[in-house]
């Protein structure tokens, strides 16, 4: 099992910027990619940005790449998701997801087994 506990979102104006965190804990954790999803409203949960604790590719979804950065940190064992240029179309709720390495698969909500409890994000205007 691994847990996931994210934290860090809140409210912002456009134009401003927030940085996720999401804590890691569990077995055998740092074998699984690192996601992030978010949700929005009547709308269904979308791939943001997958990273890795190996040093693997980091890939982001076209709405947020060059203004989102994913990371990790081997040593405070959390994975994070640094937000810039924020628009009120990223207002969403953002979830940390860990699962199985895929080249194919990786925004897929199937590939990942593991779902934090999400942190909310609003972008205002």
């Known amino acids: 099992q691994v847990q996931l506990v994210e934290s860090g979102g809140g409210l912002v104006q456009a134009g401003g910027s927030l940085r996720l965190s999401c804590a890691v804990s569990?077995?055998?954790?740092?074998?699984?990619?690192m996601a992030w999803f978010r949700q929005a409203p009547g709308k269904e949960r979308e791939f943001v940005a997958v990273c890795s604790w190996s040093g693997g590719p980091t890939r982001y979804a076209d709405s947020v790449k060059g203004r989102f950065t994913a990371s990790v940190d081997n040593v405070k064992n959390a994975v994070y998701l640094q937000m810039n240029a924020l628009k009120p179309d990223d207002t969403a709720r953002y979830y940390c997801a860990a699962g199985g390495h895929s080249d194919n698969l990786y925004a897929a909500l199937t590939t990942y087994d593991f779902w934090g409890q999400g942190t909310q994000v609003t972008v205002s205007s």
């Open positions: 569990g077995r055998a954790f740092m074998g699984y990619a």
